[in-house]
């Protein structure tokens, strides 16, 4: 079945970097779209960036700039690079695999970026 589990969230000073990795299972990583998601306490999830598998890439605003995605097709791995962390940037990091009438998600891993 599918799983994703996602890792390297942590408590991180303004201004520092993180990188979080999606280990995917289940399906095949290398032809699909993934995506990094965010929920903050009391906010919607909200999408952070996406990665086709021709490499074309989409970010929400808030995170251009500063955030990065990438995939390893050979490991079934997803990364997002985040540098320059704000406050703000403190969520729930979610990845994501779509198929047509279902979402897969991880359980996530939680970002503390402290002013």
């Known amino acids: 079945q599918v799983q994703l589990v996602e890792s390297g969230g942590g408590l991180v000073q303004a201004g520092g970097s993180l990188r979080l990795s999606c280990a995917a299972s289940?399906?095949?990583?290398?032809?699909?779209?993934m995506g990094w998601y965010r929920q903050a306490p009391g906010k919607q999830r909200e999408l952070v960036a996406t990665?086709?598998?021709?490499?074309?890439?989409n970010y929400a605003d808030s995170v251009k700039g500063r955030f990065t995605i990438s995939r390893d097709n050979a490991k079934n791995t997803l990364f997002l690079q985040m540098n320059s962390l704000k406050p703000e940037d403190t969520a729930v990091y979610y990845c994501k695999y779509s198929r047509p009438n279902m979402d897969y998600w991880g359980k996530g891993t939680l970002v503390t970026v402290s002013s």
């Open positions: 990665l086709t598998r021709a490499g074309s890439t």
């Open positions: 289940g399906f095949i990583f290398s032809i699909n779209t």
